[in-house]
């Protein structure tokens, strides 16, 4: 059987990360197709769990709480393998009809207890659990808090976390470490079910590699996507490698465009220029020695003057990309301002910061949908949540869901910030960032990173594959500045000093830190 392949698979950067009916369909076709047994299956799963809880608790009694479906059959196998290993088992396996006493059996058996194995709950669970897993869910987490020794490792995926989004709709086990097989689910990448899974490790259960018949569309970016970013060579010039024109500013707010101006400059974009309200470009231009400044005519109590979005549309025509809105204000008519050059613009363009609060406006995201350019919105979840008229507690809930649902509605390429950075793209394709850089939760670094998909737009890369390498550029960035000055010291210009250096190094997977 050849699988049927997608015009719109994952390219080779983004490590594949099936959803629950595509691992579904991979486990029958390897079973009916290739004639592995399930028994085979959970075997391998659940002596490589066994592993894994053997390395990671070397000693001290493991309780295996296991459920009724494979997901519990994978744990009970982990449990025999255990004990044949000579380790001391307890195994507790929770039926539908369970005695009156369960949840004090179960509290009795976490108590003291070296390793707890979560095998209540699979790939295929969604919406919340039900009695009496969600009691063995509650008792687990309380162990872990009793006794912060103790280890938590959840099979396959945390119980209470969707794997396929990541949602959680009633409470989660918390674990240290996640074991999950042939490959990781998206909720385990993606928060909220990403603050449960722990560290990720992959277990190999023998699917075989050819002729699979899904083909995945969300995936976990990886380090080889830096190299799609055309560098400089001998015949290069300052307009070859990429202009960048930074649409932003207002008095009182001249940092936004400095940073991003800089950053793009830094990712290796040759030429790179400001277009500021002319009452900000003073100030921002005794902060810049490389980039050119154009003033835009402007009142400073009212904000961008009739003509004033004319002439930035006529320079963005000179340039490769245009990052437009760090520091433009949210004065009505800077907002009418960021509108009218989205609209007009006819290059890639990156929206950000007050240009995406510009349009908030009820059917301004299907609005933005008319460029025939490409568009990258790179809001953060209040962000989102303005744009899609909702509450920031819903995107935070549903971040794969929502983020998805912009980038359909505005047929552009949608980045959604966080530790978990998501990059959807209007044809269903979504990649995670691996995240693991908290250094970056500081002010101006969502600037920078607006600076730098401009500079890998401009060189003509694929607007997907040029996105999802600036947030992964961004992360090396903020991980290495981390590294020199410390997380707690870092700020937005630290990240700016470190992306020479993210271009010029070969990574490896081992570079970049997937701790979740």
């Known amino acids: 059987m050849t699988a049927s392949r997608s015009p719109h698979d994952l390219p080779p950067w983004l490590e594949a990360l099936p959803d629950a009916s595509e691992q579904r369909a991979l486990d029958a076709w390897t079973i009916d197709q290739r004639g592995i047994p399930s028994a085979t299956l959970m075997e391998r799963a659940g002596t490589g769990l066994a592993r894994a809880c053997s390395e990671l608790v070397p000693e001290g009694r493991i309780v295996v709480l296991a459920g009724g479906g494979n997901n519990g ?8 393998v255990l004990h044949e290993l000579g380790r001391e088992v307890t195994v507790v396996q929770l039926a539908k009809d369970p005695p009156a006493d369960l949840a004090q059996a179960i509290a009795h058996a976490l108590e003291g207890a070296s390793g707890i194995i979560d095998a209540l709950l699979g790939t295929g669970f969604r919406g919340e659990p039900r009695e009496p897993i969600s009691g063995a869910i509650t008792a687990i987490n309380r162990a872990r808090q009793a006794d912060p ?10 119980s209470g976390v969707d794997a396929s989004t990541g949602e959680i709709s009633a409470e989660a086990v918390t674990a240290d470490v996640t074991v999950t097989f042939h490959a990781a689910k ?15 490790r992959i277990v190999d259960i023998g699917i075989p590699p050819d002729g699979r018949p899904v083909t995945p569309a969300i995936g976990l970016i990886g380090p080889a996507v830096l190299k799609e970013i055309p560098r400089r060579d001998g015949v290069s010039t300052k307009f070859s490698v990429g202009s960048v ?21 830094r990712a290796g974009a040759g030429y790179v220029t400001v277009a500021a309200p002319a009452s900000a470009v003073p100030a921002i231009a005794a902060k810049l020695l490389e980039v050119m400044t154009v003033e835009l005519p402007d009142d400073p109590e009212t904000g961008p003057k009739r003509g004033s979005s004319k002439l930035a549309v006529e320079r963005a025509q000179r340039t490769q990309a245009v990052v437009l809105g760090p520091g433009l204000g949210r004065l009505p008519a800077a907002a009418k301002f960021a509108r009218d050059v ?28 008319a460029r025939t350019a490409p568009t990258v919105l790179t809001p953060h979840a209040g962000e989102l949540a303005r744009l899609l008229d909702v509450k920031s507690q819903e995107i935070e809930a549903h971040r794969l869901a929502r983020v998805r649902e912009a980038a359909s509605r505005a047929n552009a390429i949608v980045v959604l910030k966080g530790d978990d950075t998501l990059v959807a793209d209007p044809d269903g394709r979504v990649a995670v960032s691996p995240g693991g850089a908290p250094a970056l939760a500081t002010a101006g670094t969502g600037d920078v990173l607006s600076g730098v998909i401009g500079a890998f737009l401009s060189k003509g890369t694929d607007p997907f594959t040029a996105t999802c390498a600036a947030v992964l550029a961004h992360l090396r960035a903020g991980v290495l500045a981390a590294s020199s000055v410390g997380a707690e010291g ?7 000093a470190q992306l020479p250096r993210v271009r010029g190094e070969t990574l490896e997977s081992s570079d970049i830190d997937q701790q979740v």
């Not at 020794?149 to 945390?158: F, G, M, N, Q, S």
């Not at 024109?245 to 400059?265: E, H, K, M, Q, Y």
């Not at 870092?490 to 700016?496: N, R």
């Open 73 to 80: 059959g994978d744990g009970l196998v982990a449990a025999r």
């Open 245 to 265: 024109l930074v649409i932003a500013g207002s008095r009182g707010l001249t940092g936004a465009p400095v940073l991003a101006s800089t950053a793009a400059a």
């Open 490 to 496: 870092v700020i937005a210009s630290d990240v700016i």
């Open 186 to 200: 998206p909720g385990l990448w993606i928060r909220p079910g990403k603050s449960h899974a722990g560290t990720v």
């Open 342 to 369: 989205a609209t007009h613009v006819n290059r890639p363009l990156v929206l950000d910061a007050d240009g995406l609060n510009a349009h908030t406006e009820e059917g301004s995201l299907e609005h933005l949908a």
């Open 149 to 158: 020794l103790a280890t938590v490792i959840a099979c396959d995926v945390p």
